[in-house]
């Protein structure tokens, strides 16, 4: 494994997505039809920032648990293969988790149908950055931001 990889995010990531890259603030929300490039987006977002940053772990949650494979999981395996960094990711199904190889960072991903399996939650490397929270409008109910403002 090489030391370093040059990555051109305007190229990878493409175009109207430079304010949702830069975002400082607490909280990101993504908004948008089928196929605008959220998840993917995002997806490349937390590989790229979690191989800068090597104490950060990810916990990437949806609605229901047994969606996350084929969704959130599936764009993140995406985003590692559009960067070319396969040999730096352990990808796991049972657990479902990926594991950056060169610090032992963790995402790691949970269901909202099972709250209390999140509030303990924690890693071994570093710190539990950033949550991906998945869920579509049409599902959002004010409890789902309860229990998440009880996480933070």
Not at 16 to 41: I, Q
Not at 135 to 147: D, R
């Amino acid at each position: 494994m090489s030391k370093f990889i040059k990555i051109s995010l305007p190229q990878i990531v493409g175009k109207g997505y430079k304010s949702f890259w830069n975002f400082k603030g607490r909280y990101k929300v993504v908004k948008g039809s089928r196929a605008s490039k959220k998840s993917k987006t995002t997806a490349l977002w937390i590989i790229y920032n979690m191989m800068k940053y090597k104490n950060a772990n990810t916990l990437v949650v949806r609605k229901v648990f047994r969606t996350l494979k084929d969704s959130c999981y599936s764009d993140l395996r995406w985003a590692i293969n559009r960067f070319q960094v396969q040999d730096y990711w352990e990808l796991k199904e049972s657990p479902l988790e990926m594991t950056y190889k060169p610090t032992g960072q963790k995402i790691l991903f949970r269901g909202f149908d099972d709250p209390l399996k999140i509030t303990s939650i924690s890693v071994s490397v570093g710190s539990l950055c950033w949550c991906w929270i998945n869920i579509s409008v049409q599902h959002v109910n004010q409890n789902l931001f309860n229990c998440w403002n009880t996480l933070t």
